[in-house]
């Protein structure tokens, strides 16, 4: 007769709480995924898996997205 198999846990790490990024660093952090996908050649999401989640979005891509957000701001319809 065969003996009832025995029930193995499974432990998930808890997940880490980021604080809430603000639109400017989402959109910096989106322009920075793009180009650096456009200049590798690359896919968007393995861009972003590789090169942004590590690591907090530079000063330079902030200031490009605020001035994207100005532009549009100034030239919405």
Same mark, same amino acid.
């Given at each position: 007769?065969?003996?009832?198999?025995?029930?193995?846990? %499974?432990? %998930?790490?808890?997940?880490?709480?980021?604080?809430?990024?603000?639109?400017?660093?989402?959109?910096?952090?989106?322009?920075?995924?793009?180009?650096?996908?456009?200049?590798?050649?690359?896919?968007?999401?393995?861009?972003?898996?590789?090169?942004?989640?590590?690591?907090? %979005?530079?000063?330079?891509?902030?200031?490009?997205?605020?001035?994207?957000?100005?532009?549009?701001?100034?030239?919405?319809?």
């Amino acid at each position: 007769m065969a003996r009832p198999r025995k029930t193995l846990l %499974v432990r %998930v790490a808890p997940e880490l709480k980021r604080p809430v990024s603000s639109e400017e660093e989402i959109l910096g952090r989106n322009l920075a995924v793009a180009y650096i996908a456009m200049r590798q050649g690359i896919s968007m999401d393995w861009a972003k898996k590789m090169y942004t989640t590590h690591e907090p %979005v530079d000063e330079y891509w902030i200031s490009v997205a605020r001035m994207v957000i100005e532009h549009v701001a100034q030239h919405h319809r």
